[in-house]
């Protein structure tokens, strides 16, 4: 690889982990086995995980038990299939579960990554909450 290249993907890689490290909301990333590569601290906010708490661990765990196991079935699916359930789907009401076993409703966002795949999620109860402070205002 060219030298100026080289360094324009890692300013670039940099740039990026920037802005994933101060967004508000969480963002995971997962290698292709979803086990969790990296998140953002937002995740500590939203989930009560810190992001270190997350590594090396399945990204099963932000998930009800029953969305567990037809996760796992989507993703084998895909991998053999190249058949998307729910890969690259934008806005996916989708329910998560925190570390202390609640739940949450939210909106997920998926994509496949060079490495594996990346998720956003959208806490709807903070989002609806906002908008009727927002809405309160005027």
């Known amino acids: 690889m ?3 290249v080289e360094h324009n993907q890692k300013s670039c890689s940099c ?3 920037g802005i994933i490290d101060g967004a508000q909301i ?3 990333e997962s290698d292709k086995d979803m086990i969790i590569t990296s998140a953002n601290s937002a ?3 939203v989930f009560g995980y810190a992001p270190d708490e997350l590594l090396g661990r399945k990204v099963n765990v932000l998930m009800l038990p029953r969305d567990d196991l037809l996760h796992d079935g989507y993703i084998e699916k895909f991998n053999c ?4 359930m729910i890969l690259s789907t934008v806005g996916r ?3 998560g579960r925190r570390k202390d076993g609640s739940e949450l409703t939210l909106l997920l966002t998926t994509s ?3 490495s594996g795949y990346a998720a956003v999620f959208v806490d709807l109860i ?3 909450a906002t908008e009727c402070s927002l809405a309160a205002e005027r």
């Open 2 to 4: 060219l030298p100026n």
């Open 15 to 17: 740039g990026l982990r």
């Open 26 to 28: 969480p963002i995971v």
């Open 43 to 45: 995740t500590e906010k």
């Open 81 to 84: 299939t190249g058949v998307k």
């Open 93 to 95: 009401r989708v329910h």
């Open 112 to 114: 496949a990554t060079l």
């Open 126 to 128: 903070e989002q609806i």
